[in-house]
């Protein structure tokens, strides 16, 4: 079974979404699944310096921080239950994460877990410790903390390499009606959207191996 997780580092439902998974195909152990993370960037105009969270929020979406807040405290509430952690005032700032997906790019190239290893210690560095995701020296401890060549992603990080690759991997989803995250394709047709709970992932990979088994998908 070949699952496209299509997500963006910066993106909270996407560290919900990929740990509900992950906790759905614990349960399955009998399939066996090539998961492969693909390029969605929630703001490609982002500057590399960033944005002040609360400020970016309200403009793009016209949010008060009250409601930002109840959002937060809901997000930090599914992460606990999951067993990752949004740490308070952690994520101050919103950045741009071209880089990150340069980086992950490269990694699924070397190996599928290590992309996997990479996307997970990404999230965490953003989400956990408050650190800028766009920043090669924070890519690079992330790639040799998951055990990936750091010479050579250090001078995938200072070239401009896979940058045509990553954006033609994002039109392509674009193109396919993704425009929102996360989205989780099943074998290149089934459609799952947005942080589901464990259950819903279960449920639906469940239904959707034995539909394929049978010829009925």
């Known amino acids: 079974m070949r699952i496209d997780f299509v997500s963006d580092v910066s993106c909270p439902w996407c560290a919900i979404g990929l740990k509900s998974l992950e906790k759905?195909?614990?349960?399955?152990?009998?399939?066996?699944?090539e998961l492969h993370f693909q390029p969605f960037e929630l703001n490609p105009q982002m500057a590399a310096e960033g944005e002040e969270i609360n400020a970016h929020l309200a403009r793009k979406y016209g949010a008060a921080p009250a409601q930002l807040e109840q959002t937060r405290e809901a997000i930090r509430a599914r992460g606990a239950e999951l067993g990752f952690s949004f740490t308070k005032g952690a994520r101050d700032?919103?950045?741009?994460?071209?880089?990150?997906?340069?980086?992950?790019?490269w990694a699924g190239l070397q190996d599928p877990q290590s992309q996997h290893a990479l996307k997970l210690a990404l999230?965490?560095?953003?989400?956990?410790?408050?650190?800028?995701?766009?920043?090669?020296a924070v890519l690079l401890e992330a790639a040799v903390g998951v055990g990936l060549d750091g010479t050579a992603a250090s001078a995938l990080l200072a070239s401009d390499s896979l940058a045509e690759e990553v954006r033609e991997a994002e039109a392509f989803w674009q193109a396919q009606g993704i425009s929102s995250v996360p989205a989780i394709i099943i074998n290149q047709r089934h459609l799952i959207s947005g942080g589901q709970p464990p259950e819903v992932f279960e449920q639906a990979l469940r239904q959707i191996a034995a539909a394929e088994q049978t010829g009925s998908a």
């Open 123 to 136: 999230l965490k560095a953003y989400f956990t410790d408050g650190k800028n995701p766009g920043s090669h």
């Open 93 to 105: 700032r919103i950045y741009n994460t071209f880089d990150a997906h340069r980086l992950l790019h």
């Open 24 to 33: 759905a195909l614990d349960k399955l152990p009998e399939l066996q699944v």
